[in-house]
């Protein structure tokens, strides 16, 4: 199936948005191909997976013509094609600082490494958690030998999730070691020079957001 890059895009031009769709569509032609199924429509993809049909092939339509008139997508081509774009077909690199009970969590989370995020290291300023390993087998680091270790091996994405207080200084390090990407679970906003993408991943927030939500229901209830 032919799959013309347009050759139109860049960071700046592609919003958070349109990349999580990308994300979401990976999921469901993943789950497609579990399934042996060869071709899907748009319309299909979306009654299935309860998304937008439109939306689908606006999405896809800016990055090329992946479709077949009669047919609809390749499942296994559009997969490719998708993880293509979204950087999947080369292994991503990743740091996580903070060997708490949530770092240790995220570097054992067996979806990263499906997709091939490769978790190289906990990193932790706690002199005792030094050389030990999570359950999955992910060794925790001085934080201290970041720099000389980013020197050997870059990393593209740092996971951050020490306390909040620490935050700052962390991604400040990381930063200046040349990474350009954060993936922040501490509280607060964080200053980042231009170039390099933040996003934050706040816990509380998104249960305070559950919470209105849960009160507006019981108010309209009462209404």
């Known amino acids: 199936m032919p799959g013309r890059n347009k050759g139109k895009f860049g960071n700046d031009q592609v919003s958070e948005l349109t990349a999580g769709r990308l994300s979401v569509y990976l999921r469901c032609l993943n789950a497609l191909d579990d399934e042996g199924t060869k071709t899907v429509s748009s319309k299909a993809l979306a009654e299935q997976f309860h998304l937008n049909a439109a939306q689908i092939r606006k999405d896809l339509a800016y990055f090329g013509?992946?479709?077949?008139?009669?047919?609809?997508?390749?499942?296994?081509?559009?997969?490719?094609h998708l993880r293509q774009i979204l950087g999947l077909d080369r292994t991503v690199r990743v740091g996580i600082f903070?060997?708490?009970?949530?770092?240790?969590?995220?570097?054992?989370?067996?979806?990263?490494?499906?997709?091939?995020?490769?978790?190289?290291?906990?990193?932790?300023?706690?002199?005792?958690?030094?050389?030990?390993?999570?359950?999955?087998?992910?060794?925790?680091?001085?934080?201290?030998?970041?720099?000389?270790?980013?020197?050997?091996?870059?990393?593209?994405?740092?996971v951050v999730a020490v306390p909040a207080a620490a935050a700052q200084s962390v991604v400040d390090e990381v930063v200046s070691c040349g990474v350009r990407a954060v993936l922040n679970f501490s509280p607060g906003t964080l200053k980042v020079p231009a170039g390099v993408r933040v996003k934050n991943m706040d816990l509380?927030?998104?249960?305070?957001?559950?919470?209105?939500?849960?009160?507006?229901?019981?108010?309209?209830?009462?209404a």
């Open 65 to 80: 013509e992946f479709g077949v008139r009669g047919v609809g997508y390749y499942v296994k081509e559009l997969k490719r």
């Open 98 to 158: 903070g060997a708490g009970n949530l770092g240790m969590a995220l570097a054992d989370y067996p979806g990263f490494r499906r997709e091939g995020f490769v978790i190289v290291g906990l990193f932790d300023a706690a002199k005792a958690k030094v050389g030990q390993q999570s359950r999955g087998g992910v060794r925790i680091f001085d934080v201290a030998d970041f720099k000389k270790m980013v020197k050997k091996e870059p990393i593209d994405i740092a």
């Open 204 to 222: 509380t927030v998104s249960m305070e957001s559950l919470s209105f939500f849960l009160a507006r229901g019981d108010a309209d209830g009462r």
